[in-house]
Every structure is written in structure tokens, then in C-alpha cells.
């Protein structure tokens, strides 16, 4: 498994701006794929964006497609989520996942994710 820490929630009003960082240790972060996932209070975890290990290919959520860009840096062992135009429905905990197999894909199922940070609250107020 890999460790992960999430960094960069705050509380914002709606059509603002945040980014989120993730940073990974414990293996090589280059092999396998990420993705960011949040959970609302009262309902369950979803997925938001994913990214190839490489970076050349990600997959987001209808929810935030044109709003959220995920990124990744394989020389700093680190990804990213920019979140732009936030509304009040993209309140939640946030988390990243480290893929549990090496691949170039990228998947939006937990169950393909074998490592997860602790989580970062964004709040968004109207």
C-alpha cells in the first residue's frame, strides 16, 4: 500500500475556487493510477475524478465535468484536484486513492483502490 495525505480543504462560497494535493509514499507512485473520491454527510462515498499513471488520461464524474481537473506529478509524488465554479452540493469530505493494481487505466470503482488518505472538508456556502 501507499500513504496518502490530503491537504487544501477550506470553506468557500459557491463559484469560487479550490485546488486539493495529495501526497503519496511507500511505492512507486508512477506505476499506478489515482483518483479522488468525496463523501457528503449522510450519503455514501462517490467518485470524482481519475487519473492514468501516467497523466495522459483522466475520467471525471457528470457532477463536475468542466468545473474539476485532476492532475498528477510523478516527480514530486503528487496529485491534484483543481475545483473551479464549486457549488453547495460539492460539500463533502474529499479523499484520494492510490489503484491497488499497476495499470494505465484509469476506473472509477473503490474497489479498485487499495490505499486512501484520511480526507480533506471542502465546504461550499451559498
Known amino acids: 500500500q501507499v500513504q496518502l495525505v490530503e491537504s487544501g480543504g477550506a470553506s468557500v462560497q459557491a463559484g469560487g475556487s479550490l485546488r486539493l494535493s495529495c501526497a503519496a509514499s511507500?511505492?512507486?507512485?508512477?506505476?499506478?493510477?489515482m483518483g479522488w473520491f468525496r463523501q457528503a454527510p449522510g450519503k455514501e462515498r462517490e467518485f470524482v475524478a481519475a487519473i492514468s499513471r501516467g497523466g495522459s488520461r483522466t475520467y471525471y464524474a457528470d457532477s463536475v465535468k468542466g468545473r474539476f481537473f485532476i492532475s498528477r506529478d510523478n516527480a514530486k509524488n503528487t496529485a491534484s484536484l483543481q475545483m473551479n465554479s464549486l457549488k453547495p452540493e460539492d460539500t463533502a469530505v474529499y479523499y484520494c486513492?492510490?489503484?491497488?493494481?499497476?495499470?494505465?487505466?484509469?476506473?472509477?470503482?473503490?474497489?479498485?483502490?487499495?490505499?486512501w488518505g484520511q480526507g480533506t472538508l471542502v465546504t461550499v456556502s451559498s
Open positions: 511507500g511505492r512507486t507512485f508512477s506505476t499506478y493510477g
Open positions: 486513492a492510490a489503484a491497488k493494481v499497476p495499470s494505465a487505466k484509469t476506473t472509477d470503482s473503490p474497489g479498485d483502490y487499495d490505499s
